[in-house]
């Protein structure tokens, strides 16, 4: 905890606050540390005790994914309300562990929107890469219904459902455009050069322009 406390600039604080993320200490040094310290699975348990954010993201990369059960991945969802915490938990951990599908639909459709992002986040994932028993055409049914009007992290991860659904299944593409093009959610999002908007018709568009490049080019 020192260590991270001696990393912590208030510079990157003060940038990372503004998305919610209470901690100051680069992310590439969190990285460096958990490379140095390996697996050590109590050692994480303590640090996220701590409730640091930054302790909890050293936590995430430390942990042994396979040993949290249901409950206990259930109950860290819950209390990680900073977005990069509730990030790297769904993405490092959950996604390893035999309990994903359960928490996938269990989250999915609960009543707390920053829950239920964790929901959505997982089902794209198996949107683009497992979507057998998926009701994708009702998945657009509840994005085109609710997505507009959703708190932002629950909007995010709809907007990013909508997108993998138009990216990876050609015969819903066309509607899966239409629903952002009619909706505008994040339309006039400030994008970096060189970056692809997060605006669901662009990004399918790009990716699917990449994907088509690579499917012709000579080998």
């Known amino acids: 905890m020192a260590e991270l406390a001696a990393l ?25 540390i958990a490379k140095r310290l390996k697996t ?14 930054a302790a909890r993201l050293l936590a995430l990369l430390i942990c042994r994914p396979k040993s949290f059960s249901r409950d206990e991945l259930d109950a860290m969802l819950r209390e990680a309300r900073a977005p990069k915490v509730q990030d790297w938990l769904v993405n490092y951990v959950v996604k390893k562990s035999s309990h994903v599908e359960a928490l996938r639909e269990a989250w999915f459709v609960d009543a707390d ?3 239920a992002s964790a929901g959505w986040a997982l089902t794209s994932e198996r949107v683009a890469k497992k979507p057998e028993g998926l009701d994708l055409p009702g998945l657009l049914d509840a994005i085109e219904a609710e997505m507009k009007g959703a708190p932002e992290r629950l909007q995010w991860a709809m907007n990013s459902c909508l997108a993998q659904i138009g990216i990876a299944h050609p015969t819903l593409r066309s509607r899966a455009v239409d629903i952002g093009e009619r909706l505008e959610v994040l339309k006039d999002y400030p994008t970096p050069p060189n970056c692809t908007s997060p605006f669901a018709p662009i ?11 690579r499917e012709t080019s000579p080998i």
């Open 8 to 32: 912590d600039d208030p510079g990157a604080r003060a940038v990372n606050l503004r998305h919610g993320d209470d901690h100051g200490v680069n992310l590439g040094k969190l990285r460096a």
């Open 40 to 53: 050590q699975h109590e050692l994480a348990l303590d640090l996220w005790a701590t409730g640091d954010t």
């Open 113 to 115: 929107p920053v829950v």
């Open 203 to 213: 990004w399918i568009a790009e990716i699917v322009r990449r994907q088509s490049e």
